[in-house]
């Protein structure tokens, strides 16, 4: 059984910085992209970065020059450094990764449960 576990996140003032990380655990044969997504109050989950196994990185307009994605392949691990953090930034963040077990031998999407970020002074 294939899981996602985040961690990392917390309240921190305007100006602020956060890391998060997001290990994938399980039977895994393979994992494809990974990547960080949000959803504020009231608000559609939205993308805030992407990253493939080989290191291409894709990022929302709105977190451009603030967050970095990163990953270690070797411990099917994705973090997303997050500074210059501003109160628009508040959301539960998830973790999603397309994973291929080893059985079934088949690509699924998975998310994490979120971790909650709160910006505010």
């Known amino acids: 059984q294939v899981q996602l576990v985040e961690s990392g996140g917390d309240l921190v003032q305007p100006g602020g910085s956060l890391r998060l990380s997001c290990a994938a655990s399980?039977?895994?044969?393979?994992?494809?992209?990974m990547g960080w997504y949000r959803q504020a109050p009231g608000k559609q989950r939205e993308l805030v970065a992407t990253?493939?196994?080989?290191?291409?990185?894709n990022y929302a307009d709105s977190v451009k020059a603030r967050f970095t994605i990163a990953r270690d392949n070797a411990k099917n691990t994705v973090y997303l450094q997050m500074n210059s953090l501003q109160p628009e930034d508040t959301a539960v963040y998830y973790c999603?990764?397309?994973?291929?077990?080893?059985?079934?031998?088949?690509?699924?999407?998975?998310w994490g449960q979120g971790t909650q970020v709160t910006v505010s002074s």
């Open positions: 990253i493939t196994d080989d290191g291409i990185t």
């Open positions: 999603n990764a397309e994973i291929l077990p080893y059985f079934p031998r088949i690509r699924y999407n998975y």
């Open positions: 399980g039977s895994i044969f393979r994992v494809n992209d």
